[in-house]
């Protein structure tokens, strides 16, 4: 009974924190709720059992993700006027994608079928030897070893496109050079001086920037403090 009412509990959370993910104005508003749906799906796992995967769901996603998006948003200060400024040009297609995405979650609620073995797995107790991190190793790393292995190729491509996108050659900027550091001398850098003793800084070839004028008005104490600064 009680675990039900956590359940029930979770995932009425779990709905309504999705929801407000996406019709919320605010975008940092939307990261908190995006939290918040986080933290609620991983008490469903923990409720079915797969403690592991809830500790992951808290570290990875609560803890290092949607952290992410929050100090990206707040530090972006993005404004609602401006991510409505496109809406009605990709309004069409926009619609299109959504349609197709509906169309798909359709076909797979009407064509959901539950195997005829489900019920007696349900009721069999787990193995005394066998703990919720190597089951989901087992299952991963040895049925769905493939599709595993493609959906990481799949972020690492991601990841690439993502960085020659950002990757733009702006006029102007200067950046290092690691290999002309490394064989620069010592004379390239380093200029020693001797200074004869009452010469100013003209004489020797080093000049200093031009030093603010003072206003008319400023008192005989201004002029008299930068004065003695000057011998």
Known sequence: MIPSLFFDLFAAVLLGSAAAVVLSRNAVHSVLFLILAFLNAAGLFVLAGAEFLAMILVIVYVGAVAV???FVVMMLDVERVQTSEGFQKYAPVGGAVGVV???ELAAVFFGWQVSPGADALRGDPIPANMFNTAAIGQVIYTNYVLLFQ????????AMIGAIVLTHRQRPGTRRQNITVQQTRELADTLEVLNVPLGANMQQTGIYRPKRAPVPADAGADHDTLHGAGEH
């Open 68 to 70: 992410l998006f929050l």
């Open 101 to 103: 995405l509906f169309g």
């Open 150 to 157: 493609l959906a990481g190729l799949i972020l690492l491509v």
